[in-house]
T-cell receptor
Framework: EPEVTQTPSHQVTQMGQEVILRCVPI?????FYWYRQILGQKVEFLVS????????KSEIFDDQFSVERPDGSNFTLKIRSTKLEDSAMYFC?????????????FGPGTRLLVL | GESVGLHLPTLSVQEGDNSIINCAYS??????FIWYKQESGKGPQFIID?????DKRQGQRVTVLLNKTVKHLSLQIAATQPGDSAVYFC???????????FGSGTRLQVQP
């Protein structure tokens, strides 16, 4: 069964450094998402992406964040200058269609620790 | 503001019993609801979904009930097994939006 994959599984970085989290969505899916989950808290929406542009973003997704689909398979989340409060699990998700709402399937996550 | 909340943070059941996990939502504009299961260190795993034009949907050992009048969602797991132990999140999707709003989660502990 196709799955969303994410790399790396863990990332440790120094405050102020740039990080890039990578995702490979399910191959025939058209919508891509990033969510985050701070330890012990609920999952929070960051951004959705369709047709090579952001379709929706939350207040969390400020100018320090960016997303990109650099090729036909990868979807990345960049944090330009990490802060301590960016430490969280980051989940990529994808869904199949552009018309109507479809189930979002999540990857295993990248645990980001900012020191 | 919109919110999705869960009534109980932890639910402990005996193996073989039925489990019921509840969720309240406040956004009447939501038309799609999903239950996810999250095991430790893993991403949310889709369990079952329901659209607002339905009040009940059944899967394998799971049933989701939706009561739009009182904005309440429940997940019923039949014959709960040790492998069902996890945190369960309800999530809602308001009409016209792609973003899912997650609840705070209920931890299900299955006692052997």
């Amino acid at each position: 069964e196709p799955e969303v994959t994410q790399t790396p599984s863990h990332q440790v970085t120094q405050m102020g450094q740039e990080v890039i989290l990578r995702c490979v969505p399910i191959s025939n899916h058209l919508y891509f998402y990033w969510y985050r989950q701070i330890l012990g808290q609920k999952v929070e929406f960051l951004v959705s992406f369709y047709n090579n542009e952001i379709s929706e973003k939350s207040e969390i997704f400020d100018d320090q964040f960016s997303v990109e689909r650099p090729d036909g398979s990868n979807f990345t989340l960049k944090i330009r200058s990490t802060k301590l409060e960016d430490s969280a699990m980051y989940f990529c998700a994808s869904s199949k269609t552009s018309g109507g709402v479809e189930t979002q399937y999540f990857g295993p996550g990248t645990r980001l620790l900012v020191l | 503001g919109e919110s999705v909340g869960l009534h109980l943070p932890t639910l402990s059941v005996q193996e073989g019993d039925n489990s019921i996990i509840n969720c309240a939502y406040s956004n009447s504009a939501s038309d799609y609801f999903i239950w996810y299961k999250q095991e430790s260190g893993k991403g949310p795993q889709f369990i079952i979904d329901i659209r607002s034009n339905m009040d009940k949907r059944q899967g394998q050992r799971v049933t989701v009930l939706l009561n739009k009048t009182v904005k309440h969602l429940s997940l019923q797991i039949a014959a709960t097994q040790p492998g069902d132990s996890a945190v369960y999140f309800c999530a809602e999707n308001p009409t016209g939006r792609r973003a899912l709003t997650f609840g705070s989660g209920t931890r299900l502990q299955v006692q052997p």
